[in-house]
């Protein structure tokens, strides 16, 4: 059974360690995100771009094969499937659908005022129906599902009044960016990230742009009160690299190395060994 993930990120506040948030694209990820998950006895979130969900053939059929999967691999640790980067119609059909939590990204709204309007607007419609709700402000940087956006730092005022509403978790840019971070990037904003959390109290806060910040500034951004870190590259990489490999060794053209198992195989443990190492890095071994 699929839970939402107020309480997993709840308890990761309190106890100074972040969630991993991987994105799926399809089966083969879901499966190896859940046996990286159930290796490491770790809580997780599991999401999905409304790109990415298209791909799959809808929302519905993403949340259909991740709560199948779940229950046929007798998945034990508990298991949030997360709207990644929603609009305001997204949220609603994802809900519909069967996700447990969703992100309502209305940092690409007109105005703050609309941010806050919809998102509270979201936040009565979720929690009603027992899920999670995580909200923006703040663009984060880089190209996500072709919405790209200046990386900045969030305002901590409006993070106070988005936290406000009684939102579950909130994104707030930190200097992070989507995609692979480019060799002069300036690191993370330590003193913007204390300034909001000194106004958002105990509320859990999401780094998104997870994918190659370096360990020790993500270590110090979970100790500053960062618990739910977004990766999505990371794994695409690994992947991607993982497949290259096998293609690049003529292993595809050896007997039925064509065989899509054969094929996406390498990938696939690519994943798993990846996942893992972050839950490492993050903090969430153990915690389920
Ligand atoms: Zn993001």
Redesign the pocket.
């Known amino acids: 059974m699929l839970v939402n993930a107020a309480d997993m990120l709840k308890q990761a506040e309190a106890g100074k360690y972040a969630l991993g948030a991987f994105n799926t694209n399809n089966l083969e990820w879901t499966l190896a995100i859940f046996q990286a998950a159930e290796e490491a006895k770790s809580p997780l979130i599991i999401q999905c771009t409304a790109g990415a969900a298209k791909w799959m053939g809808g929302f519905k059929v993403c949340a259909d094969m991740v709560k199948a999967a779940a229950e046929a691999t007798g998945l034990s640790v508990p298991v949030a499937l997360h709207l990644?980067?929603g609009n305001f119609e997204d949220c609603h059909t994802a809900i519909e659908a069967g996700f447990t939590s969703v992100m309502y990204d209305g940092s690409h709204e007109e105005t703050f005022d609309l941010n806050l309007e919809r998102t509270a607007e979201i936040v009565k419609l979720a929690h009603a129906k027992g899920i999670s709700v995580e909200a923006e402000v703040g663009g984060?940087g880089g190209t996500?599902d072709g919405v790209t956006s200046n990386g900045e730092l969030a305002d901590p005022e409006q993070c106070r009044q988005i936290a406000e509403l009684g939102v579950d978790f909130l994104?707030c840019g930190i200097g992070n960016i989507?995609g692979v971070y480019p060799e002069d990037w300036a690191g993370l904003s330590f003193e913007r990230l204390g300034e909001i959390k000194a106004l958002t109290g105990d509320l859990p806060l999401v780094l998104?742009?997870g994918s190659g910040i370096p360990v020790d500034q993500i270590q110090k951004a979970i100790s500053l009160g960062v618990s739910k870190i977004?990766v999505n590259t990371d794994l695409q990489l690994v992947f991607a690299a993982a497949t290259r490999e096998y293609v690049e060794a003529g292993k595809d053209q050896q007997g039925k190395g064509f065989d899509p198992r054969k094929l996406l195989k390498p990938g696939r443990d690519a994943i798993v060994a990846r996942t893992k190492e972050l839950m490492e890095e993050f903090g969430s071994v153990n915690k389920a």
């Open positions: 990644d980067h984060i996500e994104a989507h998104h742009g977004n």
